[in-house]
């Protein structure tokens, strides 16, 4: 049967199909969330600082921007669970090196190892579109961003109270090593549906290697910038160099038959708007996670901010809008149906800038600051469960999957951006007295944040609707 018949097609959703998915969808939500609760534990355990411990995230953010689109394009060519199974297998080594490392440097190697498991979401999507109908892979795509959540409100959640409860924070890393192996062994049965219609061509692997080396060295050189200084050689010749190759990409690419990334079907009016958007969601969501994380951990007595909670008062607190975007993503796809994708993803923006502007002005009261966190939790994961679909459907046939992995990496270079000004901000504004982080950082962040939201709802406007 051809994908036309197969998309036209009405019979029973396709749990079979779906549930694999699912399941390493939640896990990369949950090894993302166990680990943002765990920050200041990983950060007191490896013996390093705020500032240094915001590379946590950061390292696996830069990984995630090379691996995702040369996994995403495998997938198109050589069949989605095949790269499941090896993003699984690296991941899971991954998770054991972080669980062993001793010092920060392995345990970052360990992090950028897991620069694969952000591969899960876009190659389900990707499997998703190729197999199911068009309203199916809609309610897919939802359920996949929903199980997301899911998976990192209960990382969130669980994390915290796993720590204090086993009294090591070791004990917990290893848990994620063992969920990661049996993700694994998941994804080696041979139920695991695969891809039923393939790309044709053949590998850029030209345009990969320059890509990745473009956004290695620009994003090494954000990232250096921030400990090493912004006028040290090494940050000078990463900002010169990063723009003359990725720029030497692009022009390969188009002017190669088989790209990496179709880089006019990405510029076209269905899916430019969403890709940049998807930047600015990168630094919304991903950005600000470290920030959330250090305010709530800050003390009132020391810092002059904060709230003083502890590892499981912070998971529960980074779990209240996960839970709430869990429902709003799980409804997007009957939302979009009834007013369209582009006005869904125009209020999500807007709640999402309403959300932080709150946080800001209400930083000194939890149940002001905590409305923001659940506004702005809520716009977020609503642009997040919608943006993917529009990007898909966008797309040529046979490039749903690195089209997806496109964007994520677009959205992961956001929250790299956005993490390492972040960690600038908080090494850079420090109290005198206190060597704290001032207020001042965390204040600038969050308006920083609302006004990319506001900007964010302009541009898709100019997206068509559907």
Not at 77 to 98: D, E, P, S, W
Not at 257 to 274: C, K, Q, W, Y
Not at 311 to 317: K, N, R, V, Y
Request: hydrophobic share 55%; glycine share 12%.
């Amino acid at each position: 049967m051809n994908a036309a018949a197969l998309r036209g097609d009405p019979r029973p959703f396709p749990v079979s199909v779906v549930f694999p998915l699912l399941v390493f969808a939640s896990l990369d939500g949950f090894v993302e969330g166990s680990v943002l609760t765990l920050m200041p534990a990983i950060r007191d355990v490896l013996g390093t600082g705020t500032g240094p411990a915001m590379w946590i995230s950061a390292t696996q953010f830069m990984s995630a921007a090379v691996c995702v689109p040369a996994c995403g394009r495998l997938c198109d060519l050589y069949g989605h669970r095949r790269m499941l199974r090896v993003a699984l297998g690296i991941t899971t080594a991954g998770c054991l090196l972080c669980a062993l490392a001793p010092g920060l440097g392995l345990f970052l190697t360990g992090r950028a190892l897991l620069g694969f498991l952000s591969s899960m979401v876009p190659l389900g999507i990707g499997l998703a579109h190729d197999r199911l109908t068009v309203d199916d892979g809609r309610r897919a795509v939802g359920m996949l961003m929903a199980a997301l959540i899911l998976g990192s409100t209960a990382g969130d959640v669980s994390a915290g109270f796993l720590t204090e409860a086993l009294g090591n924070v070791r004990a917990v890393l290893w848990i994620l090593a063992a969920l990661a192996a049996v993700c694994l062994a998941v994804c080696l049965a041979p139920g695991v549906a695969e891809t039923r219609h393939r790309a044709g061509g053949r590998m850029d692997w030209r345009g990969t290697v320059l890509l990745a080396l473009g956004l290695t060295l620009l994003l090494g050189a954000v990232f250096r910038g921030t400990s090493n200084g912004w006028t040290s050689p090494g940050v000078l010749v990463g900002l010169l160099l990063a723009p003359v190759v990725l720029l030497l990409w692009l022009w390969l690419a188009l002017r190669t038959h088989e790209p990496l990334a179709d880089v006019r079907a990405m510029a076209s009016r269905a899916t430019a708007p969403a890709f940049a958007c998807g930047f600015t969601l990168g630094v919304m969501v991903l950005g600000s996670q470290g920030v959330l994380v250090a305010y709530l951990d800050a003390s009132p007595e020391r810092a002059g901010y904060g709230f003083g909670l502890t590892q499981g008062e912070i998971g529960l607190w980074l779990a209240v809008p996960s839970l709430a975007g869990f429902l709003a993503v799980s409804a997007s796809a009957a939302v979009a149906r009834r007013v369209g994708y582009r006005t869904m993803l125009t209020y999500a923006f807007l709640l999402a800038a309403v959300g932080f502007a709150v946080k800001a002005a209400g930083h000194g009261t939890m149940p002001v600051w905590g409305t923001g966190h659940v506004l702005s939790g809520l716009g977020t994961a609503l642009a997040v469960g919608g943006i993917p679909t529009v990007i898909a459907e966008g797309s040529p046939r046979g490039r749903a999957a690195v089209s997806t992995a496109v964007y994520d990496t677009i959205k992961t270079t956001g929250g790299s951006f956005a993490g390492a000004a972040a960690a600038a901000l908080l090494s850079t504004l420090l109290s005198p007295s206190t060597h704290q982080p001032t207020l001042t950082a965390y204040l600038i962040l969050w308006g920083l944040c609302t006004l990319l939201a506001l900007v964010s709802a302009a541009v898709i406007r100019l997206a068509p609707d559907g």
